[in-house]
Nanobody, 124 residues
Framework: QVQLAESGGGSVQAGGSLRLSCASS????????MAWFRQAPGKEREGIAN???????NYADSVAGRFTFSQDNAKNTLALQMNNLKPEDTAMYYC??????????????????WGQGTQVTVSS
């Protein structure tokens, strides 16, 4: 059973930064496609960043240039550094994993392992 656990969410003012982490003690990240998703109330889950199993990173236009997805294989953790946060970034953020890498990395249906989520709230 793959287990993922996010941490690092919180409340911040617009323009501020947060760093989310995703930890797992049950598998090795580099063998999976990993991604961060977010979901705001009343909206569909949105793919915002992913790392393929060859290390390629992809970002949604809404976060490109502000968010950075990194992987620490030694610690078996992932991090999402979020800078210049905006009120529209307010959402529950989820770490996700898949044993295969689909071309449509942003589609939540392509991931079968999920963390419990961590809330990010950005005030104006």
């Amino acid at each position: 059973q793959v287990q993922l656990a996010e941490s690092g969410g919180g409340s911040v003012q617009a323009g501020g930064s947060l760093r989310l982490s995703c930890a797992s003690s049950t598998f090795t990240y580099r063998r999976y496609c990993m991604a961060w998703f977010r979901q705001a109330p009343g909206k569909e889950r949105e793919g915002i960043a992913n790392i393929d199993n060859d290390g390629t990173t992809n970002y949604a236009d809404s976060v490109a240039g502000r968010f950075t997805f990194s992987q620490d294989n030694a610690k078996n953790t992932l991090a999402l550094q979020m800078n210049n946060l905006k009120p529209e970034d307010t959402a529950m953020y989820y770490c996700a994993a898949s044993a295969w890498c689909a071309s449509s990395w942003w589609n939540y249906r392509n991931y079968n392992y999920w963390g419990q989520g961590t809330q990010v709230t950005v005030s104006s």
